[in-house]
């Protein structure tokens, strides 16, 4: 379960992993190239996932976390029958967007 879970994150648009952490703090910049971190629980047909996430600074977060969860509720659904009680996001990290490379010349 987790895996699909963390497999249907990456397919949403400015949303990464979870960045790597030293003593609990976020470390480097590389959470967007990095998969999400799920935890899931299921008991019978019913699934519950927390998802930690990087997102891109570009739009606004609640209304990216509402389309990544309904995104998520709707994928896992399908892929495995489960019906998803709930999806809880923890952003661990929102980057800038990447800066557009100068042209020399």
């Known amino acids: 379960m987790e895996k699909i879970a963390a497999?249907?994150?990456q397919e949403s648009e400015w949303?990464?992993?979870d960045v790597p952490r030293v003593l609990g703090m976020p470390f480097g910049?590389?959470?967007m190239d990095r998969p999400a971190r799920v935890t899931a629980w299921v008991d019978g047909h019913v699934?519950?996932?927390t998802i930690t996430v990087s997102l891109i600074w570009a739009d606004s977060a609640r209304a990216t976390t509402r389309r990544l969860r309904a995104h998520?509720?709707?994928r896992v659904e399908?892929?495995?029958g489960l019906h998803v009680d709930h999806v809880d996001i923890d952003v661990a990290r929102l980057p800038?967007?990447?800066r557009p490379a100068r042209r020399m010349g």
């Open 47 to 49: 699934t519950g996932l």
């Open 96 to 98: 800038p967007p990447p």
């Open 7 to 9: 497999r249907v994150v």
């Open 78 to 80: 399908h892929l495995t």
């Open 72 to 74: 998520v509720i709707d």
């Open 15 to 17: 949303i990464g992993g």
């Open 29 to 31: 910049h590389r959470g």
